[in-house]
């Protein structure tokens, strides 16, 4: 439950900075510091999620991932 939380807090977060959701996966360390109300633990667990999706043994999941943010990207 929490994660659900923190995940939808950073979607809110990076939408009130007029980013879109998926946009999480591309960002650089030096955009998310200029987002307001972006946290430290906030940038490490972006940077985090960014080397989960993005590694190269994920390459068969990472189109499946990036599919899955988009469509709740667009329910939201």
């Known amino acids: 439950m929490k994660r659900e939380r923190f995940e ?3 979607f809110r977060i990076f939408a009130q900075a007029g980013y879109s959701p998926i946009r999480i996966l591309t960002i650089t360390p030096e955009e998310m510091v200029e987002i307001p109300g972006i946290t430290f633990p906030n940038i ?3 940077l985090c999620v960014q080397d989960k ?3 190269e ?5 990472k189109g499946q991932l990036i599919r899955e943010l988009l469509e709740v ?3 939201e």
């Open 44 to 46: 490490r667990a972006v």
């Open 53 to 55: 999706v993005l590694a």
């Open 8 to 10: 939808q807090r950073l």
């Open 57 to 61: 043994e994920n390459t068969t999941k």
């Open 73 to 75: 990207a667009q329910d």
